[in-house]
């Protein structure tokens, strides 16, 4: 499960002191002296008690200009723009008795929607009891991708994110199942941003059947190499050639063989889907073997 911070400070800071000291650090993550301080400085913006409050009074008055937009769903309040390598934010949990939840659904807050995370991050318990999450943990390397791939999670508890509460969640370990807290609760989080953390995948998984059920981190870098391949340019042929062999996010590799060979007929379709079983990727073997079936038939 992710790692629990303690830090006890009773010491506060603003929020815009918290993200001068933050992009300063650098926040890294798999460093645990760097992890200790950025925990440090959510600890001293978890304290303050009243710096959300005004940053929403602001906003809702129209008092600040421009809005930090978020591409995180509905309950996710951007804090603070990119710095460096990280930024702030805020969620908001509802519960099943708030409106919001009752007119929107339990999926739209990603409640019950078991899954990992392609980056790693800070987060502690601002308001409320928290929501609650049924941890787990797995090798990521052990998995390759597929729906309905066997997923070796293993259960950790259940536990709340309650006020003041610090953890760290891990790239590629920590898996959760996310359930509504008892009442309205707010997490506040510092995002670690790696430029190489679109290249790997954030799966959703079947918690019973312990198997996954699709990659859950779809971006524009597959629209853009799909429409490059569909234009027939050489360069771009050359460079999904590239990237299905090479690149370290199997749903790319993936993507760049079905753009190719949506190009192709039967034969040249085959013999590319071929290639593809031989990449040494065991979604690339897994997918192809089907897809060369399927054209069998």
Known sequence: MPQIIDNPSDKSCSLLECIEALAQLEFDPRDAASTGQAAMWLRRLTNNRTFLADLLIDRLSGRVPHEVDSGYGPQAIVLSPLRRNMFLRANIWPAESDLCFRNSGAKSFVYGVPHDHNFSFLTSGYIGPGYRSDYYEYDYEDVAGYPGEPAPLRFVERS??????????????????????????????VMHVDPSQCWFDQYGFDLEKREVTRVLSPNATEAFLRVAVASGAEEALDFADWVGRTHPSERLRLASFEARAATLGGNEADELWRIAENTGSRLLEYIAGQRRAALMD
């Open 160 to 189: 709340a994110l309650h006020e003041g509460k610090i953890m760290l969640y891990r790239a590629h370990v920590d898996v959760h199942s996310q359930l509504p807290p008892e009442s309205l609760s707010v997490s506040l989080n």
